[in-house]
């Protein structure tokens, strides 16, 4: 069965197309990654599945259900993932999960369980009785998403979730994510790293301009494009540079080797 299901939809702002009549289907239980460069409406898709923001056209089903019909139902599924750093700043991190692990419905104990169980998975264990103000941004980042996971949510969006950690932490996101999987859930997430698509998802979109404009695994992509990595595949899609679409390569490819 599809996670999520996308058809046709089209978000255009002043004028500019930020979404152009996408279709996707992203299967259960499975990471999806879409890829991207800046400006691709990676963000713009994420913000229209949580109902953020309203597509102009087309349709969405989550978990069955249309997010324009059935939003009440689908914000149920969805959880908390999207109310991302909610965290209170004077809180500790061991407080702060006590506080969503009761207010989503847990009592006192087994908040307390989960929460000591989410410490440990995102190494914060020393920095459990800090306040959130004195977290550096990986630990926080690292909190926003310990937070996010503490009801087990069946579907979890995650936009960009490693742009800017340090390669520890990111390899740490990476095996949360990949243990995540595991236990049942389907995780879509966002990235301008060929690598991490290529490394953690199961399926890959390919978005620029507002379209999809490849699909399928890191595997299939590069055979279909006869590429060794993303990148060929990327650079054989949008164009040799003669074109002017050059520049999106370059920037991915220059954010890969920040990684
Ligand atoms: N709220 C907005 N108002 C106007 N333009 C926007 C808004 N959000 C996004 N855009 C534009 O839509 C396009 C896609 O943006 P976005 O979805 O953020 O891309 P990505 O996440 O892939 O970097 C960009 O050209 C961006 O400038
Ligand atoms: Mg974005």
Do not use: H
């Not at 990676?42 to 949580?50: C, F, M």
């Not at 932490?169 to 389907?186: E, F, Y």
């Not at 698509?197 to 890959?204: F, G, M, P, V, W």
């Amino acid at each position: 069965m599809n996670a999520i299901e996308i058809k046709n939809i089209s978000k255009n702002f002043d004028g500019l197309k930020a979404i152009d009549n996408l279709s996707l289907d992203i299967p259960e239980n499975s990471v999806f990654a879409i890829l991207g460069p800046n400006g691709a409406g990676k963000t713009t898709v994420i913000n229209i599945l949580s109902m953020l923001l309203k597509p102009d056209k087309g349709t969405v089903k989550i978990l069955g259900f249309d997010i324009m019909k059935e939003s009440k139902k689908v914000r149920e599924l969805v959880g908390l993932t999207l109310q991302y750093a909610c965290v209170d700043e004077a809180l500790t991190a061991k407080q702060n999960l006590l506080v969503f692990g009761q207010l989503l419905g847990l009592s006192r104990k087994e908040a307390k369980i989960r929460g000591n169980e989410l410490l440990k998975e995102f190494n914060l264990e020393d920095a459990a009785n800090k306040p959130i103000q004195k977290f550096s941004g990986g630990m926080r980042r690292r909190l926003d998403l310990a937070v996010s996971l503490i009801d087990r949510p069946k579907l979890i969006f995650l936009d960009e979730p490693t742009t800017g950690l340090d390669p520890r932490t990111r390899n740490q996101m990476w095996s949360t994510i990949k243990n995540l999987v595991k236990k049942g859930s389907t995780v879509l997430l966002t990235t301008q790293y060929l690598e991490e698509a290529d490394q953690l998802s199961d399926e890959i979109a390919i978005m620029d301009e507002g379209k999809v404009i490849a699909k399928g695994t890191a595997e299939s992509l590069k055979k279909e494009y006869k590429a060794k990595n993303l990148d060929e595949v990327f650079l054989k899609i949008t164009g040799d540079g003669t074109d002017g679409k050059n520049n999106n390569y370059e920037e991915l490819n220059m954010i890969k080797e920040v990684v």
